[in-house]
């Protein structure tokens, strides 16, 4: 279990998807981050555009802003980025989403992928039953809201009545209270 939480700490969204970058899955698989981009660009056309993508330069900086701020001072990928960025990053990493952490077990085939690829699996579908609870979550909060508001205007409709009913009590107490004139017995 424990794994899976530090898999899903490595899960970032860019551009609307769920992503793994090329460090962390090289790192969980033990292989150097070059290896596995080697052996993906072998077989890119396992790997459209919607299975893996370079980043930007734009939106490599606002991921490495987010995991610096995320993680703690002694995270080995804090340290990575630390130490690749003393000499400078000749490339933009290249991240993956979900079907293309699944395609990386047909190219890379180490005992250690394929039990990091079925964490990472697990991982993902976690972060999906996470997001579906949310949205579940979400959409009972709106019905309580909507129910709400029903009963605010329900409950101003009542005091608008009350108010009416005294006020008109009030009228009818002045009316009966008045002096009166003329003959008196």
Not at 108 to 129: L, Q, V
Not at 164 to 184: H, P, V
């Amino acid at each position: 279990m424990q794994v899976i939480k530090s898999i899903q700490n490595r899960i970032y969204e860019v551009r609307g998807q769920r992503v793994m970058l090329d460090k962390d899955l090289a790192a969980l698989y033990e292989v150097p981050t070059k290896s596995l981009n080697l052996s993906v660009k072998r077989n890119i056309e396992r790997f459209p555009p919607d299975f893996m993508f370079q980043l930007t330069k734009e939106e490599y900086e606002i991921l490495r802003f987010q995991i610096e701020t995320s993680e703690t001072k002694t995270s080995p990928l804090r340290l990575q980025i630390e130490t690749s960025n003393r000499g400078g990053t000749r490339y933009l990493p290249h991240v993956f989403t979900e079907q293309g952490v699944a395609m990386l077990s047909g190219v890379i085939k180490s005992g250690k992928a394929i039990e990091m690829n079925i964490n990472i699996m697990r991982a993902f579908a976690d972060i999906r039953c996470i997001v579906l609870q949310q949205l579940s979550l979400n959409e009972k909060l709106k019905e309580i809201t909507d129910r709400l508001n029903e009963h605010d205007i329900q409950l101003s409709q009542i005091y608008d009545a009350m108010e009416n009913l005294l006020d008109e009590k009030a009228a009818q107490k002045k009316w009966e209270d008045r002096e009166r004139i003329g003959f008196k017995k």
